[in-house]
């Protein structure tokens, strides 16, 4: 199968979690799952794949991202104790199974289901089977805003990074902003060249969103080398531009000096990016030569 086609697969993210459990997606943590509070009402769940957010609003619930189905009907009946109210919408911050094969969970609970227009069309590319699959039945191409009786949400579109249909959503009164994977806090990011990722304009939607979100807005990121460390803040941010910046310059010089891809995969770390460890340093490496020679 061609290495395009197997990433799209949403079979990917299922069986890189059961290979392995420093994989790309994350793993379930032995502890189980985490549930906490944030701020003004807004949360997170983890255990497996991305970190989902929660609102537990009066006008109702809203969730980001779903993990798998089997996570997602932990974060439901965690979410179902908060008190007796409907789930409103579920948010997808992006296409990736392990933030949206758990969006059938919500089937019949959820009153809409809402993403980038990108995002909707990678979901239904990558699906195996739809009939296993809840797709988001509201898109938007640059923003999209909901108004409860106690926030404001809004998502934001700023051009292909991570892949090409990346939302930021912002808890306005809160001010927290669930960034999905456009950070990896200190874990080498997946970089999905087959649905569009940009590392050049990765690098310009983080200056956009540290242009938007002043420097009291908690972020909630997609995931982190440390579990404990999927919020932070403007540091954070700029430490992952730095990686990706850092990323670049090292393949923009290898390339100019013609070195194979062989010897490139060969590194260990990315200069300039000290910070970045662990697995997974590969999927950078080949997706930044992949970018600069056209591959």
């Known amino acids: 199968m061609k290495r395009r086609n197997f990433i799209a697969s949403s079979g990917l993210a299922l069986g890189l979690l059961t290979l392995n459990r420093n994989s ?46 089997d996570s997602a009907a932990h974060a439901i009946a965690e979410l ?20 949206t094969a758990g969006n059938i969970a919500f089937k019949g609970l ?8 990108n995002s909707l069309h990678n979901q239904k590319k990558s699906a195996a089977n739809e009939s296993e699959q809840l797709f988001p039945d509201t898109v938007f191409s640059k923003s999209w805003e909901l108004k409860t009786s106690d926030e404001i949400i809004k998502a934001h ?3 292909a990074a991570h892949t090409n249909g990346d939302a930021m959503i912002h808890f306005q009164n809160a001010n927290v902003v669930h960034m999905g994977d456009l950070v990896f806090n200190r874990r080498y990011p997946f970089i999905d060249r087959s649905a569009g990722a940009d590392i050049k304009n990765w690098i310009s939607v983080l200056d956009q969103a540290m242009g938007t979100f002043d420097s009291d807005t908690l972020f909630i990121f997609g995931h982190s080398r440390d579990p404990e460390k999927v919020t932070g803040n403007h540091a954070d941010i700029k430490a992952f531009q730095n990686y990706l910046q850092s990323l670049l310059a090292f393949m923009e010089t290898k390339v100019k000096e013609r070195v194979s891809l062989e010897e490139i995969m060969k590194t260990q770390s990315i200069p300039g990016a000290p910070e970045w460890q662990g697995d997974g340093i590969e999927r950078s490496l080949k997706a930044a030569f992949e970018e600069l020679t056209g591959g």
């Open 157 to 159: 579109y700023f051009g």
């Open 24 to 69: 790309l997606f994350g793993a379930l943590q032995e502890s189980g799952y985490t549930f906490k509070a944030l701020r003004n009402n807004i949360g997170i769940f983890t255990e497996k794949g991305g970190t989902i957010g929660w609102l537990n609003s009066a006008d109702g619930i809203v969730v980001v991202d779903s993990q798998f189905p």
């Open 80 to 99: 179902k104790k908060l008190g007796n109210r409907s789930f409103s919408h579920l948010i997808n911050t992006h296409h990736h199974g392990d933030h």
């Open 110 to 117: 959820v009153g809409s289901v809402v993403a980038h227009s």
